[in-house]
C-alpha cells in the first residue's frame, strides 16, 4: 500500500474503489508518456500545428512608461486555439486517451473555456464527447455553451449542490465510474486525485518553459517577478514550472471577489478562510465549514469560483516559494479596462486577476526588473460577461433589440 | 465483534439485510422514526449516513438526501448525537457511512473515540482507500472498532487481498460500476464476482448497489451474507411515507 502523488502535505489519491484500477492504468500510461522523449516532440508539434505555439511574449510598453517601475511583459495564452491555457492540457490528454485506445471523453467545466476546449479536441481525435457544467455556468455562458455543441459535443447542465464548477466535477466523476472502459475524464486543472495535478500541470509547463527561453533569447535574462491567476492553479503551475528553480518570485492571484472581509470570495491560500481538507479525491485548502462542508464560493471569473485548489500550489505556499493574493472584482474591472485601452490586448477577466495586482506592484519595482504576467486566456469571447462587468447601457439596449427580434 | 455478531446471525437467517439512511432527511424526527420502524422490522445491521457536500461515490437519490439534510441545517455534531441516541438504544449493530473529510475535519481520532463511547460498530468511508487509511486504521484498532472497506468488480484479485488484511466486521462488495441507485442486473456475472470475493477473504461479504426487492436478495442467498438495501428504501419513503417502510423490509425476508 503506497501513498501516491504527495507534494508535501498536499495531494494523494482518496479514490471510491471502483476508480483504483482506472487510475492505475492512467497513471501508467502518463509515466510511459513521462520517459518518452517523442511523445513530448509530438505533443510540440501538435500544439505548434494545431494551436499557435510557441504563443508570442508581447513587451507592454505603454503599461510599462505609465507605471514607470519595472518593465513589463505578458505571455499570450490567450493566442492559443480556442483562446486559452486550456488547449496545451486538452490536447496532451487526448494524445493519452489515444495510447489508451479509449473511444470518449468527460469533462467538467466553469467558465466554458475547458469545455470548448476539450470539445475541439474530441472533433479532431475523433472521441465522443460529454460535457458536465453546472447549471448556473450553463446561463451565464451562453455563447460556450453554443459552441462546445456545435463542436459536436453533448453538455449536460448539473443541477446538484450549488449547481457550479465543483458540481460539474462531481457528475463527471459519477459518469466516470460508470463509463471507465470506454471514457476518459479529461479533468481540467491541476487538481484531484494523483496523477491529475502532476499531469495537468505537466502538459501546462510547455508554458513556462518557452516563457523562459524567450527571455533568454531575447532579454539575456529572466523576470524577476511571474504573476498568474489560481483558479485551481494550472496556468499559474504551467507558467511557475518555468522558474522554479531561478532566482524568480512567483506570484499567484486569487479570486478576492468582494473583499477578503466580505466572505464573498474565491481566495484559499490568501486567506484565512480556508483550511485543509480532503474532497474530489485530493489533500489541499479549501473554503469549507468547521463541519467540512463545502462553502459557497464568489468570483466575477467564472474560471477562479473553485473551493479548491492544486495541492502542488498549496505545498509551494506552505514552502514559501509562491507568494498569494488577491485581487478584487472591481480590481479586475479596472486593470481590464486599463489593459485594453493602453495595450490593444483583450484579457479574460480570469487572467485580469494577474493584470491587476502586477499593477499595483510594477510601480514600486524598478527599471531595472522585469514582470511577467501570465495572460492565460482572451476574453473577447465572453463578450456577455464582461459587458455586465462593465455594465454597458449601449450593450444592454443591444440586447434588448436582439431579443425583440427573436420575439418577432 | 461485528464479524462475530454476524456469524451468529447467520445461524439464524440465510442471508441478513443492512439499510441505510441519510441522517437528517427528511428530518432529524423522521430519520429517528425511520431507525426505529427498519429495526422493528428485523434489519440485522444499519448504515447511518453523515451527509456531506460533495458525495461523489452517490446516485442521484442519495445525493438529493445529502443537499435536503444539509439544507436543513443538520451538523456533524448533531449526526453523532444521533448515532449515540439510536445505537443505546436499538438492539442492533450500527455503522457511520460517510466522506473523509467529515472525520478528517472532526479529527479523525477524536471521530472514533467518539464513535466507540456512542456504542457504534463500524464505519464506511467509500473515498478513504487503505493506502491513505493509516491513521484511521490504527485509531479502529485501538477501539475494536470495525473499519468497512469496499471491493469492486474492477478490483484485482491480488488487492482484494490486500485489502482483506485491514478490513474488519465484513467487507461491502459493489455490485457494479457505477453510483447508488442505478439498475444493477442480477446475472451469473455477479455470482462469478462473489466467488471471486469469497477467495480473497475469510470476512463475510456484504453486497450493494441496486438491491432492491425479494427476487435480488433470493439470488443474493448463499452468495453474499448481507444484502444492503440503499437507495429503495429512500425511494419507497419519498413515493408512500414511512408507514410503508416496516411492511417492506418484512416482505423482503420472508
Avoid at chain 1, 486543472?189 to 499531469?199: K, L, R, S, V
Amino acid at each position: 500500500m503506497i501513498k501516491r502523488g504527495y507534494y508535501g502535505n498536499f495531494g494523494g489519491a482518496f479514490l471510491p474503489e471502483i476508480l483504483v484500477a482506472t487510475f492505475d492504468e492512467l497513471e501508467g500510461v502518463f509515466n510511459d508518456a513521462k520517459n518518452d522523449p517523442i511523445f513530448w516532440h509530438d505533443y510540440e508539434q501538435l500544439m505548434s500545428n494545431y494551436s499557435c505555439r510557441p504563443t508570442p511574449l508581447t513587451y507592454a510598453e505603454n503599461l510599462t512608461r505609465l507605471f514607470g517601475g519595472a518593465r513589463i511583459f505578458i505571455k499570450r495564452e490567450d493566442l492559443n486555439h480556442t483562446g486559452a491555457h486550456k488547449a496545451n492540457n486538452v490536447m496532451g490528454q487526448g494524445l493519452l486517451v489515444r495510447r489508451m485506445g479509449k473511444t470518449r471523453v468527460i469533462a467538467e467545466t466553469g467558465a466554458g473555456q475547458h469545455g470548448v476546449a476539450t470539445a475541439t479536441m474530441a472533433a479532431r481525435f475523433g472521441f465522443d464527447c460529454t460535457i458536465y457544467m453546472g447549471e448556473v455556468d450553463v446561463e451565464r455562458q451562453r455563447p460556450n455553451v453554443f459552441w462546445m455543441e456545435q463542436l459536436g459535443a453533448t453538455v449536460v447542465p448539473v443541477t446538484d449542490g450549488t449547481r457550479i464548477l465543483k458540481d460539474a466535477i462531481n457528475e463527471a466523476f459519477r459518469d466516470w465510474v460508470t463509463h471507465m472502459d470506454t471514457t476518459h475524464y479529461v479533468l481540467g486543472t491541476a487538481c484531484g486525485p494523483h496523477p491529475f495535478p502532476e499531469m495537468v500541470s505537466w502538459f501546462q509547463s510547455i508554458i513556462g518553459k518557452e516563457a523562459r527561453r524567450q527571455f533568454l533569447d531575447r532579454e539575456g535574462r529572466l523576470p524577476s517577478r511571474v504573476f498568474a491567476c489560481v483558479g485551481g492553479g494550472s496556468n499559474a503551475m504551467g507558467v511557475f514550472s518555468g522558474f522554479f528553480d531561478d532566482d524568480v518570485e512567483l506570484v499567484g492571484v486569487e479570486a478576492a471577489g468582494r473583499g477578503l472581509d466580505s466572505g464573498e470570495h474565491a481566495s484559499r491560500l490568501c486567506s484565512s478562510d480556508a483550511s485543509i481538507g480532503v474532497a474530489q479525491g485530493y489533500k489541499t485548502y479549501f473554503l469549507q465549514d468547521n463541519d467540512g462542508q463545502m462553502r459557497e464560493t464568489h468570483s466575477i471569473a467564472a474560471g477562479l469560483d473553485y473551493v479548491g485548489v492544486s495541492p502542488i500550489l498549496s505545498d509551494l505556499k506552505e514552502k514559501g516559494r509562491v507568494r498569494f493574493e488577491g485581487a478584487t472584482d472591481s480590481e479586475v474591472i479596472d486593470a481590464l479596462s486599463l489593459t485594453m485601452k493602453k495595450e490593444g490586448v483583450i484579457p479574460a477577466l480570469e487572467s485580469a486577476h494577474a493584470f491587476a495586482r502586477a499593477f499595483k506592484e510594477a510601480p514600486k519595482m524598478s527599471a531595472d526588473d522585469i514582470i511577467l504576467i501570465n495572460q492565460s486566456g482572451r476574453g473577447d469571447k465572453d463578450i456577455f460577461t464582461i459587458a455586465d462587468a462593465f455594465d454597458d447601457p449601449k450593450w444592454k439596449q443591444f440586447i434588448i433589440e436582439k431579443a425583440k427580434q427573436y420575439h418577432a | 465483534m461485528l464479524e462475530s455478531y454476524i456469524g451468529s446471525r447467520l445461524n439464524e437467517k440465510k442471508i441478513l439485510l443492512m439499510t441505510h439512511i441519510v441522517i437528517g432527511y427528511p428530518s432529524l424526527e423522521a430519520s429517528r422514526e425511520i431507525v426505529r420502524t427498519m429495526a422493528a422490522a428485523g434489519v440485522d445491521l444499519m448504515e447511518l449516513q453523515i451527509p456531506f457536500s460533495e458525495p461523489i461515490a452517490d446516485g442521484p437519490v442519495i445525493v438529493k438526501a445529502n443537499q435536503q439534510a444539509l439544507a436543513n441545517g443538520v451538523t456533524v455534531d448533531q449526526c453523532l448525537d444521533f448515532g449515540r441516541e439510536v445505537a443505546r438504544q436499538l438492539p442492533i449493530p450500527f455503522l457511520y457511512m460517510t466522506y473523509y473529510n467529515i472525520l478528517f475535519k472532526y479529527g479523525v481520532e477524536r471521530f472514533v473515540d467518539h464513535m466507540k463511547a456512542a456504542d457504534m460498530q463500524g464505519a464506511i468511508v467509500p473515498d478513504l482507500p487503505p493506502e491513505e487509511a493509516a491513521g484511521y486504521l490504527a485509531a479502529m484498532k485501538t477501539h475494536a472498532l470495525s473499519p468497512i472497506f469496499i471491493y469492486s468488480p474492477t478490483t484485482s484479485d491480488a488487492r482484494m487481498k490486500t485489502i482483506a488484511q485491514v478490513a474488519d466486521g465484513f467487507v461491502y462488495c459493489v455490485a457494479r460500476k457505477g453510483v447508488t441507485g442505478d439498475q444493477t442486473e442480477f446475472s451469473q456475472q455477479i455470482g462469478d464476482y462473489l466467488t471471486r470475493c469469497r477467495t480473497a477473504t475469510h470476512l463475510p461479504l456484504a453486497l450493494g448497489f441496486g438491491v432492491k426487492d425479494k427476487s435480488d436478495i433470493e439470488f443474493l442467498r448463499g452468495k453474499a451474507d448481507i444484502a444492503v438495501i440503499g437507495t429503495q428504501a429512500l425511494r419507497l419513503v419519498e413515493d408512500q411515507g414511512i408507514a410503508a417502510l416496516g411492511n417492506f423490509i418484512r416482505d423482503l425476508q420472508k
